[in-house]
């Protein structure tokens, strides 16, 4: 059974940063890639950062410049720092993860339940 947990949303003032974390369990083969969504009520999910197991990283042009993604291959964790919030940044932020499983070798898609990050004064 896969997993992933979050952890690290919550109300911030606009400037401010935060770090969210995403830890992902299961019988993995291999995680390729993991990364992170945000949904503001009403809107489409949208993309927001990725992270490819061989280092390479993409970035929303929106958060481009103050978010960073890293990710701990060793605990199966992917992180965001956010920098600079804006109230825009107001949103359920998911993670997501592309990884094949020991019992097959075939890739799925799974994701976290979501934390809220609020940005305002």
């Known amino acids: 059974q896969v997993q992933l947990v979050e952890s690290g949303g919550g109300l911030v003032q606009p400037g401010g940063s935060l770090r969210l974390s995403c830890t992902a369990s299961g019988n993995f083969l291999e995680i390729y890639i993991m990364g992170w969504y945000r949904q503001i009520p009403g809107r489409q999910r949208e993309f927001v950062a990725t992270?490819?197991?061989?280092?390479?990283?993409e970035y929303a042009d929106s958060v481009k410049d103050r978010f960073t993604i890293s990710r701990n291959n060793a605990k199966n964790t992917v992180y965001l720092q956010m920098n600079s919030l804006e109230p825009e940044d107001t949103a359920v932020y998911y993670c997501?993860?592309?990884?094949?499983?020991?019992?097959?070798?075939?890739?799925?898609?799974?994701w976290g339940q979501g934390t809220q990050v609020t940005v305002s004064s």
């Open positions: 997501y993860i592309d990884a094949a499983l020991r019992h097959d070798g075939n890739i799925y898609n799974y």
């Open positions: 992270a490819y197991s061989g280092g390479n990283v």
